[in-house]
């Protein structure tokens, strides 16, 4: 009985061949029938594995595109005007369809679809299974490598899934449960900023999408980061009223762990960064001070934030961390800082790549993740050093300024710049300078426009802060 069951899920090269020809007779004789069963554009050329049948295909697929009709004649007249075919072979073709059966059993063809179907997985996997074991590979690269992998196994097994759909009413569902869930602050499926003003705007830091906040060196995109971190840092601290933890992931490929702790520290507990800097150099601070600070680390420390300061780290090691943070925690949100900083593996058809290139494979990358994983990724960016020779009304941030834009403008679906408002000549520093002037000589207060360049989902905008540099701290301007 074991034998038998074996036997049939054994097919030979023969057997495939007569699968092609019955799927061939069936769309080019019973067309009608058969579309009731499949979509013709959903058989890809690519299921056809002998090189005949799958010429025909790609050639009757396109007469079907291009004017709906098609039969052997036209088939054989497609393939004759394709210069990259010799005569021997559109001989070969000519013989096939003219021994073509014309009276293949049409009932079975959903069955003959599946098997062609997977009969295409299993040499894709054979394919990618012989690429895994002859790769060589080091333990830098390997989790890019996964990745690579992860992502063609997933192609395969994506291109062999159908389609799915809803009808209206399970649609109005679905949105009516995002309705209920969103009228709670504590199980609302997305986080918000914590600014009114932005969030009307943008409605939140939404899953499946792409967020990107831009600006030159200096003005403030991770302090202002850090702040929609503290905004939400109640959502993700216990006790949860979810299966999982909420979480909030950081990647830091600037800064240290500690810096950023420390600045967030500040913004939190209100007090001056001076301070806490002292306080690190092993310098008395006031009693008061270390009192508010103690309570400020309880609290950060008491929140799901998961933090990565691996300066080196490439796309794949961030896939793949980012990955292990969504099995464990309900992640909502990740903050990449900053996008240009992030590496590639070093492979060999990567090497001759420009900027806008390798912008282009992280931001794409980023945004499907952001849908797979349903969070939202907010990725920091840099402007365009010639943005600093316009002056006036020219020197308001474009999306043409993102810095080696490669697709951000397409992959993106809030793009965010903050910039200094004219009205205020403030001394553009750069983050980490700031932190090592003294108390004295910081600007208390600067003004700060954030100006949304693109907004998928809504309006777009120009918004006022007030960045209180003694602290990092951004409110939105009275």
């Known amino acids: 009985m074991q034998e038998e069951e074996s036997s049939k899920k054994s097919l030979t090269d023969w057997d495939i061949a007569r699968v092609e020809k019955a799927v061939l007779s069936s769309y080019i004789y019973n067309y009608l029938e058969v579309i009731n069963f499949s979509e013709i554009e959903a058989v890809p050329p690519?299921?056809?594995?002998?090189?005949i049948p799958r010429q025909i295909f790609q050639a009757l697929l396109t007469l079907e595109t291009k004017n709906?009709?098609?039969?052997?004649?036209?088939?054989l007249e497609a393939l004759k005007s394709n210069n990259k075919f010799n005569q021997s072979f559109i001989n070969d073709c000519s013989d096939y369809l003219t021994n073509l059966p014309r009276r293949a059993s049409y009932f079975n063809f959903r069955k003959y679809l599946e098997i062609l179907r997977n009969n295409w997985i299993k040499r894709e996997l054979d394919s990618l299974s012989r690429e895994i074991i002859n790769t060589?590979?080091?333990?830098?690269?390997?989790?890019?490598?996964?990745?690579?992998?992860?992502?063609?196994?997933?192609?395969?097994?994506?291109?062999?899934?159908?389609?799915?759909f809803l009808n209206a009413k399970e649609v109005i569902k679905s949105y009516d449960n995002l309705v209920v869930s969103s009228q709670s602050s504590e199980t609302a499926c997305y986080l918000t900023t914590g600014y009114q003003p932005l969030d009307d705007k943008i409605k939140g830091?939404?899953?499946?999408?792409l967020v990107v906040i831009a600006s030159r060196p200096g003005v403030g995109k991770t302090t202002f980061a850090l702040?929609?971190?503290?905004?939400?840092?109640?959502?993700?601290?216990?006790?949860?009223?979810?299966?999982?933890e909420i979480a909030i992931g950081v990647f830091s490929l600037e800064m240290t762990n500690e810096i950023i702790i420390e600045k967030l520290i500040a913004i939190e507990s209100?007090?001056?960064?001076?301070?806490?800097?002292?306080?690190s150099e092993g310098k008395k601070v006031q009693e008061l001070d270390l009192d508010i600070i103690e309570s400020s680390k309880k609290k950060i420390s008491e929140a799901n934030l998961l933090f990565c300061d691996d300066a080196n780290i490439t796309l794949g090691n961030i896939i793949a961390t980012i990955k292990l943070w969504a099995r464990k925690y309900l992640l909502k949100l990740v903050i990449i800082d900053y996008l240009q900083l992030i590496n590639l593996p070093l492979e060999k058809e990567l090497n001759n790549w420009n900027p806008n290139q390798k912008i282009s494979l992280i931001s794409r990358q980023l945004k499907i993740l952001s849908i797979e994983l349903n969070i939202c990724i907010l990725s920091l960016s840099q402007l365009n050093r010639k943005l600093e020779e316009r002056k006036g009304a020219d020197k308001i941030p474009e999306l043409s300024d993102l810095r080696d834009s490669g697709s951000i403008e397409q992959d993106a679906d809030i793009v965010i710049f903050l910039y200094q408002s004219s009205s205020k000549k403030n001394k553009e520093l750069d983050e980490e300078e700031e932190m090592m002037i003294g108390e004295e000589e910081?600007?208390?207060?600067?003004?700060?426009?954030?100006?949304?360049?693109?907004?998928?989902?809504?309006?777009t905008g120009t918004i006022q802060f007030q960045l209180d540099q003694e602290v990092g701290k951004f409110f939105v301007s009275k």
Request: proline content about 6%; aromatic content about 10%.
């Open 46 to 51: 690519e299921f056809f594995p002998n090189k």
């Open 270 to 279: 209100k007090t001056k960064l001076y301070t806490l800097q002292r306080l």
């Open 136 to 164: 060589r590979w080091n333990v830098d690269i390997i989790n890019d490598l996964i990745a690579k992998w992860e992502k063609s196994f997933l192609e395969i097994t994506l291109k062999n899934r159908k389609i799915n």
């Open 227 to 244: 702040n929609l971190i503290n905004n939400n840092l109640h959502r993700i601290t216990p006790p949860f009223k979810t299966e999982k």
């Open 68 to 75: 709906g009709i098609f039969d052997p004649i036209l088939i």
């Open 442 to 459: 910081q600007h208390h207060s600067s003004e700060i426009s954030l100006k949304i360049g693109k907004n998928r989902y809504g309006p």
């Open 205 to 209: 830091l939404k899953p499946g999408q």
